[in-house]
């Protein structure tokens, strides 16, 4: 089953109309961008919407794990559509957190991750905030809903432009525009531990898992009759559900006790 995008023009307008109705009440837009497909996509549809000046690139490497390839291409794929940007590597602030007191979490690759990806949106909205610029995220509607994302750091953004798409229909929207070849190769990764891919920590490929959650969310149907309909391990299908069932709190408003107060 493929989630075909039918008219991806369409789309493409309707997410470029959407940026410049938020981004033209400020000085322009930041954009984190990794090298790989999410943030090349949205920096080209970003580019669309209010043009290269209105938007800064950052590039925020991890020394100790982020291909220079990556970085490599991200640079030039700003440069080619004419988009400026500014490098700040990571390692300096990581190595701060590792203090006496709290440990040297960063052995754990969860919390070392988790850290770098808070630490890039940080950076992300300081010069955001310096610039009176907004904050552009480059989450899909994969990772969205299965919470596959660091809350309060690369789910933290003030628009998410591709939100709406799965992870396959980002790959549709970018061969339609003709990007170039080694974005669209690239194994989808966070990049926050080295031989970090998706499809390890996920269990599958997005070409497998985006039918099932099309099924289960938009067609609202229960986890058997996925089973039953599509050509899917079950174990991946309550493997899936678990995943989201437990993550749903990062796509929520933190609780607030209902107090009655008397004045």
């Not at 800064?56 to 080619?80: F, I």
């Not at 299965?146 to 809350?151: A, E, M, Q, R, S």
């Not at 891919?197 to 269990?203: C, F, S, V």
Request: net charge negative; glycine share 8%; charged share 25%.
């Amino acid at each position: 089953m493929s989630l075909r995008l039918r008219e991806p023009d369409l789309v493409a307008r309707a997410i470029e109309m959407f940026v410049f109705e938020h981004v033209n009440r400020t000085q322009g837009a930041v954009i984190g961008l990794s090298g790989g497909i999410d943030s090349a996509l949205t920096l080209s549809l970003a580019v669309r919407a209010m043009g290269p000046e209105r938007i800064l690139g950052l590039l925020m490497p991890d020394a100790d794990v982020t291909n220079d390839q990556d970085m490599k291409d991200a640079r030039q794929w700003a440069e080619q559509l004419g988009v400026a940007t500014h490098t700040i590597p990571i390692n300096s602030f990581v190595k701060e957190f590792n203090f006496t007191g709290l440990g040297t979490f960063t052995e754990d690759r969860n919390i070392s991750g988790n850290l770098k990806a808070r630490i890039r949106m940080v950076l992300s909205y300081t010069v955001a905030n310096l610039q009176n610029r907004v904050v552009l995220g480059t989450g899909n509607r994969s990772e969205l809903l299965l919470g596959y994302f660091t809350k309060f750091g690369d789910g933290a953004a003030d628009l998410l432009p591709i939100g709406a798409l799965y992870k396959t229909q980002v790959f549709q929207l970018a061969k339609h525009f003709q990007m170039p070849i080694q974005f669209l190769d690239k194994p989808p990764s966070a990049d926050l531990w080295e031989g970090q891919t998706d499809k390890k920590e996920l269990g599958a490929s997005y070409e497998i898992i985006d039918p099932i959650l099309y099924e289960l969310v938009e067609r609202r149907r229960q986890p058997h009759q996925v089973i039953e309909s599509l050509p899917a391990n079950e174990a991946l299908v309550r493997k899936l559900v678990g995943r989201m069932e437990a993550n749903q709190h990062k796509s929520e408003m933190p609780p607030i006790a209902d107090v009655e107060l008397t004045f």
